[in-house]
């Protein structure tokens, strides 16, 4: 069992499936009235780099799936790193990193890279959060599938998203003008980050994942870290007893045909199958080119294979 030694953000602890940052000083208390247009609003408080958030990424595109008419989620920016003033939790520097990432991927089973700490390692969430923001000016769904290749490339790339050029090939990759993105990120989109930082110490905010399920009465009720399906679901129908489970199609096409990329816990989750029984299914799929295999040495992910590839 890993040690209970949670003080610095990076260290997510696997326990409580919570990437937790430093208490910070109270603020005024103020009431926060959510505005939707759906029965139930998620707030959902994450971070580019939050491995404990790239966990839950199962549980999540299910939920959409089963009650996507009846939800709709805020997707906001927490600040997990500033930057590396932390010396706490025996970690000090990015190497410290390294293994705690390789521990956590195999806890989540969800493939998490941790030699990015070795190779490239980020000094801050901060650009790539900020660049979140200046994607949702263009578009909120556009800008949710930004956020899901960034963490493709952090977690299982090792790529430094703190870069530019990552950020830029994330925005072409899904659609996202990369010139205005820029425009926006050095403006507007700062702004909107620190209101987002606002937002979450106003809520009270001490990890990620969090998530606020409301109705349109603004009741409340919080899911907080890594936790199976059923208490996502269960949140939305404490909020909205009305709910109703959406059926989908369960099939390896139709699954890609609705997220591109899926990793082995994600098919499962989503599937019905087993976690061994999507793997033998996957690399079936991989073997008759109907998907693309990307492969680390804690998971892999496949992606649908265009006619163009």
Not at 89 to 105: L, R, T
Not at 198 to 224: C, H, K, W
């Amino acid at each position: 069992m890993m040690e209970n030694t949670f003080n610095n953000p990076l260290l997510c602890d696997p326990e409580t499936g919570v990437c937790e940052i430093p208490t910070v000083e109270k603020v005024a208390e103020t009431e926060f009235v959510s505005s939707q247009t759906k029965p139930v609003k998620i707030i959902y408080f994450t971070d580019p780099i939050c491995s404990s958030c790239w966990g839950i990424e199962p549980q999540l595109r299910k939920l959409k799936l089963e009650y996507g008419d009846q939800i709709e989620i805020d997707y906001r920016m927490g600040g997990l790193l500033p930057d590396w003033k932390y010396n706490s939790g025996g970690i000090s520097k990015p190497s410290d990193v390294a293994h705690h990432w390789d521990e956590v991927s195999e806890y989540y089973d969800m493939p998490i890279d941790g030699d990015l700490w070795l190779e490239d390692p980020l000094n801050s969430s901060y650009p790539p959060s900020i660049a979140f923001k200046a994607a949702q000016m263009q578009d909120d769904e556009k800008a949710i599938a930004f956020m899901r290749t960034l963490r493709e490339m952090v977690f299982l790339e090792k790529k430094n998203i703190t870069k530019w050029e990552y950020m830029s090939q994330a925005a072409t990759e899904n659609d996202l003008d990369p010139v205005k993105l820029k425009k926006d990120y050095e403006t507007r989109a700062k702004d909107l980050f620190q209101a987002d930082l606002s937002l979450a110490q106003n809520m009270r905010v001490r990890g990620f994942p969090t998530l606020f399920f409301i109705d349109g009465e603004n009741n409340q009720e919080i899911v907080y870290g890594f936790r199976p399906y059923q208490d996502y679901e269960n949140a939305v129908l404490k909020t909205f007893p009305r709910a109703v489970k959406k059926e989908y199609d369960h099939s390896w096409s139709g699954l890609f045909a609705k997220y591109l990329t899926l990793t082995k816990t994600e098919f499962a989750e989503l599937s019905g199958l087993s976690k061994s029984e999507s793997e033998t299914l996957l690399e079936q799929l991989t073997d008759e080119g109907k998907l693309i295999q990307t492969t680390t040495k804690n998971g892999n992910m496949w992606t649908l294979k265009k006619a163009t590839d």
